[in-house]
């Protein structure tokens, strides 16, 4: 139980255009997702918290109007992101937390590798 | 401010043990996580300790003391899979996850 999918996998897209990232929960319910990213050798960089039917809560420095994110149901996020550049290339990793655990835990999913040419 | 500390880098020999230690100060406390991630990989849980004391799972075991403010992730026999990055998080008063760095565990013959 509790498997996280990523969609797609990977994506080479050129500057400029827009990329979205679907985050799903295929067997358990989800109020709150989370995107991650991770550059080469670096550890996972939090940019934002997504909470079913309400506003993404973002961390600072990660710009919202460029990484758009939609929490459109219990088992669907998505990342968006739009005008990309090269420094946008990078692996971006969603997780989900369940709805009836108490302990906080994140279930990853296989992450996206974007390729910005 | 919250603050969690792991060594950056480890290297140990396949067969042996090793430890792996993390301290953390973070508003609240809701229990600490270990995630393994292999290169290009996204993590993957390991363990989760919200009382003190050990909690073995085969060949990995982790240790949380609350009022230290440490945890430790012991793997045993090591075999090469090991060879990974280790992250330490701790949930905080809000269930979010606060994250270490991650300690890169080279493993040798």
């Known amino acids: 139980g509790a498997v996280v999918s990523q969609h797609p996998s990977w994506v080479i897209c050129k500057s400029g255009t827009s990329v979205k990232i679907e985050c799903r929960s295929l067997?358990?319910?989800?109020?709150?997702m989370f995107w991650y990213r991770q550059f080469p050798k670096q550890s996972l960089m939090l940019m934002a918290t997504?909470?079913?039917?309400?506003?993404?809560?973002?961390e600072q420095g990660v710009e919202k109007d460029k990484f758009l994110i939609n929490h459109a149901s219990l088992t669907l996020s998505t990342l968006t992101v739009t005008s990309a550049h090269p420094e946008d290339s990078s692996f971006y990793i969603c997780?989900?937390?369940?709805?009836?655990?108490?302990?906080?835990?994140?279930?990853f999913g296989p992450g996206t590798r974007l390729t910005v040419l | 401010g919250q603050n969690i500390d792991q060594p950056t880098e480890m290297t140990a020999t396949e067969g042996a043990i090793v430890q792996i230690n993390c301290t953390y100060q973070?508003?609240?406390?809701?229990?600490l996580f270990w995630y393994q991630q292999h290169a290009g990989e996204a993590p993957t849980f390991l363990s989760y300790n919200v009382l003190d004391g050990l909690e073995e799972k085969g060949r990995f075991s982790s240790f949380l003391s609350r009022s230290k403010g440490y945890s430790y992730l012991l793997l045993k026999e090591l075999q090469m899979k090991d060879s990974a990055s280790y992250l330490c998080a701790v949930g905080d008063s809000n269930y979010q996850l606060i994250w270490g760095a991650g300690t890169k565990l080279i493993i040798k013959p």
């Open positions: 997780s989900a937390r369940p709805l009836s655990l108490d302990s906080g835990e994140q279930f």
């Open positions: 067997d358990f319910q989800a109020t709150t």
């Open positions: 997504s909470n079913e039917g309400s506003k993404a809560t973002y």
């Open positions: 973070t508003s609240g406390f809701n229990g």
